[in-house]
């Protein structure tokens, strides 16, 4: 595939046709583009799929402002930010906003709350509908004044006209105001009279998070409920050898064990009565297992499987040798929720509701109806909060199980709590990865040449309505297989995301060797491949700067042609007093930029780190990151997800892979797949938010996590001259480099 | 039966005595505050307070709690009138998800019942047993100094 196109400037619609003879059939689970075909008018976000305001908006004649999104609250506080964008459009206080999140009985269908898009496209159409629903409001009090619109003042639910008279929204909106389509474009309010739009505004999930109330499925106690849980095989491929059931039915509380084919459960009345009978039917069950693989060589035999190649940029360069080349390894990586994966369900009456922590309701509608061969009005998910998932993790596969153990216990609502070594070992992996480089420098010391290639599995095995991506569906009598992956196509790209760097270089190509079949599970973990593309990328730019005799930051600075990115860059270095940087024993500094998927969030983290030679052990004195999320709704929240984004990769970055071996997964719980704990924290953490007030949302959940990696990795080569390029950069690694 | 004292009542248990507290809690009492994390004390989303002390809730049988004081987030304060370390994690916004957090504030709250003026040192090694997996471990600290009344940072953000 060539493309001498930059990215950003390609619509996915041109760029989807442009590659249709290339790219075959990717999956429907991949996006929300791929969900429904695009209107003739392009409407603003996710407008698009759902094009009347009244799917968005409602005012109820009690004057209750409802807004609706198909996204869903994991922790990153978009409940709160939709809330600010819709008040801020309809001029009412934020409290007067109730905002119902993915429900497929309710909400529009936007997909999967993921890629960091729910800024640009849930909080893009709930910000333009609400301006048309304005609108309508004004023209319907004028008309019913007799006076002309631009005479009236709209504030706190209310229209006045200069006469005195006034009348509530609800008063002016009948049953069908709102029922009309959304237009191209709205008049949105003058981002210098903004009075919700980038204030301070507290979460409105935190307290009762902070309180005991009921803040996640895991809290859902229906009247009836039973409680179940699943018995998982010893390994992926396995198949009940024999079961003796009998002996668990008959323990305190057990109601039912449920068999279909290989997918054993057990239902209790109480919680700690299903606990001791998947104990009892762990023990009496055996199983047919197929080993897994070993995980020596783990890199060799990632490039030794049967891949597609896609050519993502070919750029002609004149370079006649190479300067430096390197290869960076990132292992398997977990989502690791604190909580593991949750959900109810209840059948009755022919169809079966599931209350689910998914980040798709309905792909996952799809993909259950599938599986229960039962028609889509049968079927409802509902979202409930769960613990913090960071991308595909075991969220579906638990709505699978309930939704299973349901439809075998008609009218009794059942939930099923996932063990946490069931979490470790069967959520789908951030998948290993390789990424080599080369590049060629000129006399200047600037880059003419790059020839980058990055091996990776998928990332995108989210449900996408297809029953053979819910682990259950494997066992089942009537079974279903896995679908085969398929890349993510470019711009946005699954393993391939941000393999292009965001640098000017003459001479560039880009290959993207796409493995379908992995040998373990995976699928989107946070940020994709961006985070082992970046971590290559950046570290690779500072071994160049390196060889070039020049500043990390000015180096990049010269390869850099988006004035954002210098911006970001340059506040990034600022804040971090890099130029003031005073070099001592033991310790280092390192910088690392990109723009996430190269067309959201910029982001520049800068780190400053103390290594221990004897132990091996980094201490991070410092981090200073700024981002430039475009049109920032409410920057606390911004900066909580650039803390924690830069935190947890720190943490993928020092400590984590998921460790296997022919017996099964062997990361089990948190002392086999250790995560960083308080000691592991940076000593400070600073965040600055470069605020771009009327251009679009570009998101920021994710753009921390490539940064980060590079930026440790940087900060380490400065302090000690090691350069580590394969994930994590545990104390061993680093002692280990260190002793060479 | 056995007799537990939750949050300054006493109530009687009817089940088995080997139970965790954790599943008496979520499921008898009807308390959400203490989570299931792993079930091996290795997290403390779970994390109680026991006669001062925390305790994993997730690994504690009842028989072990007969006549012992056992506090829970819910023991601290409402929504309406929250605790003043409540109040400090929802000031700080420390939480993302929010799954670890109340064993984070019964963790801190421990902490501070011994110690009303621990140093940030020891507020970081008290802290060491809790996980969280969003990253918001920054403003958890800054959430308990706050309480303590130091506000103002070594995370500041």
Partial sequence: MKNAIPPRQVSRREFLGACAGVVVGFSLSSRAWAQAPEAAAPLPGSLRQTPFIDSWIRIAPDGTITVFTGKVELGQGIKTALIQVAAEELVVPPARIALVTADTARTPNEGYTAGSQSMSNSATAVMNAAAQAREIIADLAATKFGVAVESLKLGDGNVRAADGRSATYAELVAEQSLHVTAKPTSRLRDPKTRSVIGKPLQRVDIPAKVTGGVAYVHDLRLPGMLHARVLRPPTYRASVRSLAAAGVEKMPGVVKVVRNGSFIAVVAERE???????????????????????????????????????????????????????????????????????????????????????????????????????????????????????GHNGADDAAADAALIAVALPGRPVRVQWTREQEHAFEPYGSAMLGTVRAALNAQGSITDWQYEVWSGTHAARPGGSAGNLLPAWYLQEPFTLPVPQPIPQ???????????????????????????????????????????????????????LKANADPVAFRMRHLRDGRAQDVLRLAADQFRWEQYTPRAGRGRGIAFARYKNLGAYAAVALEVKVDRESGRIEVLRAVCAVDAGDAVNLDGIRNQMEGGIIQSLSWTMYESVTYGPEGITSRDWNSYPILRFAGLPRTLEVHVLERPGTPFLGTGEAAQGPTAAALANALAHATGARIRELPITHQRVAAALAD | MITLNVNGRDYAIDADPTTPLLYVLRDDLRLNGAKFGCGLGQCGACTVIVDGETAYSCITPIAALAGRRIRTVEGLGTVERPSPLQQAFIDEQAAQCGYCIAGMIMRAQALLDRNPQPTDEEIRTHMQAGLCRCGTHMRILRAVRRAVGKPGSEAKA
């Fill in chain 1, 491 to 545: 711009p946005e790209g699954g393993g391939d995301r941000n393999a292009i760097p965001l640098y000017s270089i003459p001479g560039l190509r880009v290959v993207h060797h796409f493995v379908p079949q992995m040998p373990l599970r995976v699928s989107a973990l946070r940020s994709l491949g961006a985070y082992a593309n970046v971590f290559a990328i950046e570290s690779f730019m500072d071994e160049l700067a």
């Fill in chain 1, 272 to 390: 700690y009565q299903s606990v001791r009978a998947l104990e009892e039917l762990t023990r009496v069950t055996t199983w047919d297992t197929q080993p897994l693989g070993s995980a020596a060589d783990l890199y060799g035999q990632l490039v030794s499987l049967p891949h597609d190649d896609y050519v993502i940029r070919d750029t002609p360069g004149g370079a006649s040798a190479w300067t430096l080349e390197a290869s960076y390894r990132r292992p398997y990586q977990m989502h690791g929720a604190i909580g593991p994966s949750c959900a109810v369900a209840q059948f009755q009456d022919g169809s079966v509701t599931v209350w689910t922590h998914s980040q798709g309701v309905y792909p996952l509608r799809g993909a259950l109806v599938e599986m229960l061969r039962m028609p889509p009005e049968r079927v409802r998910c509902i979202h409930m909060e769960g613990s913090g998932c960071y």
